[in-house]
């Protein structure tokens, strides 16, 4: 367990060093990570709710079909996307390839799944009549979602949560859409792949220490608001 | 004439728990609807609110037929508002529960809290202002309901069993609100009740359901 | 099946990529009866794999790091099996006027005068070895980023070396070969690649790469593979037996012959170093 | 778009010839992933739901933890259990690199979080009177916690089918632990990543479609025997 | 002596919402909680009934103190079986809403299909046998949850308001059941209530409660 021990070390001393270029691998993922999550979750929370409270034909399929693309592999998003917007792609002409916007593309198509699958069982569970107190209190579709959302909140920052750790921890689209680029598009994933590809085991596991404590802070601080905001 | 209602019919997985083949309810008036258990009375209660679409008939309302359809019942429930049988409070205080209501009716910031404390005094629940509205006691939950819909000023109050789980001095009190919606504010009123002497005491009118089925009263 | 005859071989994903194990193997089962495990990865965790004593053999190139391996004790002995060789890439228009030159170092040199967009693998591979040791020929002043790090009391360091003053066109990108030359492509820049992914992607695919060798031939640019049974004094569960076995079957005349004769898409990858 | 056209008929292609060596990268996928996701929900689940019913000091810590571990990157759970069970690690003896069964433990260690986070979620939301309820009738605490589940059943089995389709559609450990190895640790994501790596793109993406397709089999046969359960 | 309760004290976020130095509840009697809203009925019930600790104080129960901890509370609760204000169905049918408390219970399969209909009829619900539960009204829900506990076979049974939303005719057979358990299956039991008057028909005893304060009758 040496190994451990020393990469452990190895973290501390990145961290204490404040190393630009970790510092700014480390900006680069949180940036992304962010984008994709919120953007993702902006399409996902509302897609979710429109789906757990809409009874119409074809439900049943459509969240079948949600749950198989849970298992959408990173690789075919990332060429999928790969293809669309490569110099020889249709949308080939915005450059949008190898840079941080790439690498927000694929991963939105990478959790839009997780987060409306999740928010929908975070939905599906609140007592139907929450919504109906809310309509007969004169609601519109509008104030009626946020008093169901409200409800499921738990649920639903969940699922938030669970989509921005997907993103975070991801490395193949961020290594296929972003291309790893040094100072543009390295993310902390993309860089321990490099790290662990060169052998340098001790300086890849660091590197995913520092990212666990980014996170570890992220969720006291989301955890600290969500107190205060349940109060 | 306030609803019309006409070959109504409410069809759950094949079982008819609500056949009407015609009903009128007039404005202004308290309504009682009575019939033992499963006989339909919150079923009928919440379609006449909105909430529910028939599975068969048509219910006119104010002179037209309503329309099933989300986009038309939104103005609609913004007149009729229903207290349930086993009222839900969100997670919330309970003046934030009531302040929902004001909320969605616009009114003022600077208001709100004057009428929310208004109505929770009719209903004896001041004190209990600041609670977490989920922690209510039974009948505590019960009378935050009907304050939270007085404070919607609707032209219909629908009550289902409004007075079940209420102590007795809190049941003259719904009663005396019950009153005065009728009586100062022209509101109409539909209530459902199991207590027979209420009834004879509050209501106009009497509706009797049996099996979902409106009879001339109980043998 | 016969478990017994079963090793596992640690080897660089270029090799894997090539296909040749394709051809190999089967043959090699039939003549010994042995059948080998691959894990493909980069060449730092495929030596790092031996160092472990994961695998009973390597099959990689970096010649220096073999060497040390060797030295270490890790491995017995390591046998020159074949070579191929790298080649400098860049777009149609060759803005830095480089086609047909022979010497890799001048080329460079053009590139790094011109400024012109170069992407680096990055990724302390083989290639990327190959691609420092033409800039230092070619007399390009390097600038080296070290970094210090203590881990368990032995210090660690942690170099970036690239070209200096070219933080505009010199993106480096650590990654795999395939992935260097689908980025270079995309941006339209030089780069250093193995000839055997270059075939791939440039003969191989409905949409062939835009790029075209612009340098080539020069000794510097070989690439030799070696194979090395890792060393049962330090890994006394190994199979040693078996990898010794193998490694004189690949550099026997039939294994020198086999890979001699492969093709992919009509052209020779490898020259067998053992037999001549 | 050619390129997803000429992937899509490749896909069929090999679908329909049955080449014994797709047969088996399937069936190796398969089983791997079936274990990883039995084995997680037998933890994750009592977990999660021990977690959500009970009320201890350092439980919102508890939760801050897992949703950390949300985060977890691949690499840094596959070199963890590498150097676990690598010669040199203290597992050495037991030869368990490159075989299936370090694919299973790491992705074990990879979806656990996620299974737990999302049972405790979908615990939580139920209403607490079920419990008191089973309680009252008598119920010890098994029973009473069969009642709970079964009324979080959707929650829990989206759970579940979220970590199954992420620890098949993963890339990562089963490289790095299962080493990819024709006939014994190569799976569909495993053989994806290889065939891009050539530059195969157009098989990649077809290994990615029949992935995709054997997912949703395994969806819709989920789905039914949902429906089937729920009536 | 069935229950001895010393110095309990029930707090909620500082208010305390029972406060009872001493109470005695004795064996096989009917007792009756009675008090308007919030006064600590259904608090004192659950206490009663092991669902819930008190937060100071002691709970004899056949004259050795309860201690609250699962593993202790778990074969009390086998005794006693508390009927909710609200009661809560499991989202099967009625029928394996009752056969989970004879399953717990060890009752082998071919005696629970009876046992089953028997409590149904008694509450006058047989014919919903294989109705999904969760979609009873209002009234039936009470009534099944009834038949539930009675297929408890308990020591004491605690209802909770057990006939807030029943009709008429339902109530008076719930009484009914109320005063056989008594009189011929020697179960004791105690009930809240709103009804005075059913209180006065009905128990042997009335413990009333203002505020959680034991008083011994109202003004
Ligand atoms: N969603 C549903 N699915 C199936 N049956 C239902 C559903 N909702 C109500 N029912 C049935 O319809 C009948 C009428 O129910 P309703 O709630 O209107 O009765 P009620 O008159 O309000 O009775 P109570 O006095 O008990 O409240 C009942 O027998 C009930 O079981
Ligand atoms: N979890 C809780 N947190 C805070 N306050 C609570 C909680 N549960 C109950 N209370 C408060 O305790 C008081 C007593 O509640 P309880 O439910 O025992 O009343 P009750 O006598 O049953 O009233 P009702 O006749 O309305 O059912 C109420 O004022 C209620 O608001
Ligand atoms: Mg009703
Ligand atoms: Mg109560």
Partial sequence: MDFIKDSFISALYLLVSFDPDLLDIVFV??????????????????LGFFIAISSFRGKRAVITVLNTMLALPTVVIGLFVYSLISRRGILGVLGLLYTQKAIIIGQIILIVPIITTFTISAISRIDHRYRKTAMTLGAGPFLTAVVLLREARFGIVSAVIGGFGRVISEIGISMMLGGNAKGFTRTITTAMALEYDKGEFVLSIALGMILMAVCLGINILAGYFQGKISE | MLYHIKNLKKIYKGRTVLDLPELIIEKNKIYGILGPNGSGKTTLLSILSFLEAPSRGTVFYRGSPVVFSEKHLHALRQEVVLVDQHPIMFSTSVYKNIEFALKIRKVPLKDRCQIIKDV????????????????????????????????????????DEPTASVDKSSQLAVEKIIQELYSEKNISVIMSTHNMVQASRLVHKKIFLLNGHHVDSFV | ADDEKVIKMSTTTSTQSSGLLEILLPELKKDTGIEVKVIAKGTGAAIRDGMDGNVDVIFVHALERENKFVEDGFGTKRYAVMHNDFIILGPKNDPAGIKGMKDAAQALKKIAIGRFPFISRGDDSGTHTKEQDIWKAAGIEMEKNVKILSAGGKDKEISFIYPKGSEKWYISIGQGMGKTLT????????????????????????????????CQGDPVLFNPYGIIPVNPKKFPHVKYALAEEFSQWLISEKGQKLIADYKLLGEQLFYPDAVK
């Fill in chain 1, 29 to 46: 993922s949180l940036k992304v990570s962010f984008f994709s999550t919120m953007l993702s979750s902006c399409i996902a929370v509302p």
């Fill in chain 2, 120 to 159: 929770l005094e009719q209903v004896g629940m001041l004190e209990f202002i600041n609670a977490d509205a989920k922690n209510l006691s039974g009948g505590e939950t019960q009378r935050v309901a009907v304050a939270r819909a007085l404070a919607c000023f609707p032209k219909v109050m629908i009550f």
């Fill in chain 3, 183 to 214: 980025f270079a492509d995309e941006k339209q820049a030089y780069t250093i690649a193995d000839r055997g992914t270059y075939i791939k992607y440039k003969l191989g695919r409905d949409q062939a790469l835009d790029l075209e060798i612009v």
